[in-house]
């Protein structure tokens, strides 16, 4: 069951994110009965499963030196239910296959991450994945009615939105003015367990979503669809300077978009295409009617006309797609890099409330100056949540210190400015080392009973949320004299996997 020949161990060193870490073994199950051998396993030998889907993950919680298991192939089957809005997927079913069969029945699955083509539903529900659209529609959390998951006693237990708490843990009356007291107020939030949603609902069911594969290994999830809309419209706005794009954020939510996205001159000035604004926003609504979609594209503009600088709109599906294309510019425009110049994804998370996006991105702009690492920066603005691409030239002496200087940097930023260092992606091994910093030695401590309920023996991707005790956030990265060796043919292939987007890949094809 455990493969360990080199070269299949080293076409799982590396997922999308920073991190080169070679395995000690894969496993690729093909049932839920294999699942559990594994972790009865596991728990007898002393080591640890690392549960991965794709591999397009970012901070590393899909990456490590323990056992890979390769959830990606192996739980394909997929049953819809139109009448009830549900679809019944494996975790290797992906967000795209999802859409394609709810499709012909008018429904979708709303949060749209830019990774949907290949994103796992196992890997959704570890993160708490999002998207662009999740400024009306939320992340998956709220779209999940159930989950099936192996524990770490090798049991399948299914879990429902609903039917309250069989929890491991309980919060206390004191835990819980905790919780309401130390987690920070921004619109998406995917650092650590969600102990604030699990108060509030009492379903367990919140613990295990956003919990990176460290409390059990999802094996089946139960999503909620919604209908299609009708139509949708969309505007792009362009500014001259963050502050006019910070005001102008709160009226266009108001305005129930279902997709306020920004591009900051960063990135912008990489695009061919792109208009010469300080900032872009791509704004889209969808209404039940092309009258109504179209209306409130005019409200859009007649609101920002004194301050928007740029002004395109798109009254149909056609014009919306030709609006975004700037937007599908940025991944190629990065694999053109220089190939001294890595797009390394050191900060690239952080999420902050609405008032303080401007703020915050211009703070970026600083840091990255201040420590002579060029960035591209984008993101959902309508969350006030961002991503950056830190661009260091790798042949430069200090760029280490000089990308580490930044990621503290930028999280003494987030401190401030009253935000939360992943909005989408998870802690994973990149963030961990920081939680404590946001929410307090008192509320770890609450991390960690979560952990030692459901998992005591730690056989389930230690060091991600719970860091491990040598955490740093930039050794072990694919890039540098120190990375570990890999045959050269491979490590070019997990290069161009990486330029490409091309995550659904099978790893096994990499070590052919």
């Given amino acids: 069951m455990l493969l360990t020949d080199p070269r299949v161990r080293a076409a799982y060193a590396e997922g999308a994110g920073i991190y080169h870490i070679i395995p000690a073994a894969v496993a690729i199950p093909q049932s839920t009965d294999e699942v559990i051998r594994l972790v009865t396993q596991v728990a007898e030998s002393g080591q640890a499963l690392i549960p991965r889907g794709a591999g397009s993950g970012m901070p590393g919680g899909n990456v490590g030196s323990d ?19 549900l679809a019944r997927a494996g ?6 296959a999802v859409n394609e069969a709810a499709k012909p029945y008018g429904l979708r699955l709303p949060p749209d991450p830019s990774s949907g083509t290949f994103a796992t539903s196992g890997g959704m529900v570890s993160t708490n994945a999002a998207g662009p659209r999740s400024v009306r529609y939320g992340s998956v959390r709220q ?16 879990l429902e939105r609903g039917a309250g708490s ?18 920070p107020h921004t619109r998406k939030n995917s650092s650590g ?27 089946d999830v139960h999503w909620r669809l919604d209908p299609i809309p009708a139509d949708n419209a969309g505007v792009a706005l362009g500014f001259a300077d963050l502050d006019a794009m910070t005001e102008a954020v709160p009226y266009l939510v108001s305005l129930r978009p279902s997709a306020v996205e920004l591009l900051d001159e960063s990135l912008l000035r990489l695009l061919p295409d792109a208009p010469k604004v300080a900032c872009l926003l791509l704004v889209e609504f969808e209404r039940e009617s092309a009258a109504a ?8 503009v007649r609101g920002l006309k004194h301050s928007a600088v740029h002004v395109e709109t798109a009254v149909n599906r056609a014009g ?22 890595r797009s390394l994804q050191v900060i690239e998370d952080g999420c902050v409330p609405l ?9 970026l702009r600083e840091s990255a100056a201040r420590h002579g690492i060029p960035v591209a920066i984008f993101g959902h603005a309508g969350d006030g949540h961002v991503h950056v691409n830190a661009l260091p030239d790798t042949t430069k002496a200090g760029w280490r210190d000089s990308l580490r200087a930044l990621f503290d940097g930028v999280t003494d930023l987030l401190l401030t400015l009253g935000g939360v260092p992943s909005g989408e992606h998870g802690a994973g091994r990149l963030r961990a080392g920081v939680l404590d910093r946001f929410y307090g030695d008192d509320v770890m401590e609450l991390f960690r009973t979560v952990k030692r309920g459901y998992d005591p023996l730690s056989i389930f991707n230690p060091g991600v949320i719970i860091p491990a005790n040598d955490w740093s956030p930039v050794t072990a990265l694919k890039v540098g004299d120190d990375a570990a060796a890999i045959p050269d043919d491979i490590a070019t292939r997990l290069r161009d996997v990486e330029r490409t987007a091309a995550w659904a890949t099978p790893k096994l094809q990499l070590a052919r």
């Avoid at 979609?293 to 859009?300: C, Q």
């Avoid at 919306?320 to 110049?341: D, G, I, K, Y």
């Fill in 143 to 158: 779209w999940i009615a159930g989950l099936e998951i192996v524990d770490a006693d090798g049991d399948v237990r299914k």
């Fill in 193 to 219: 367990y969600a102990l604030d949603r699990f108060a509030e609902t009492g379903d367990e069911i919140d613990l295990f979503i956003g919990a990176e594969g460290t409390l059990g290994i999802v094996t």
């Fill in 91 to 96: 975790a290797s079913v992906t967000w795209a």
């Fill in 293 to 300: 979609v179209r209306g409130v594209v005019g409200d859009a």
């Fill in 355 to 363: 008032d303080a996006l401007g703020a915050y991105v211009a703070g």
């Fill in 320 to 341: 919306l797609e030709q609006l975004w294309n700037v937007r599908r510019q940025a991944s190629p425009a990065l694999a053109r890099l220089p190939s001294t110049q």
């Fill in 67 to 85: 056992i890979i298991v390769d959830m990606s192939a192996g739980f394909p089957s997929l049953n819809l239910d139109p009448q009830r809005r």
């Fill in 166 to 183: 069989g929890a491991q843990f309980l919060p206390t009356a004191d835990g819980r003015r905790l919780i309401a007291d130390r987690f």
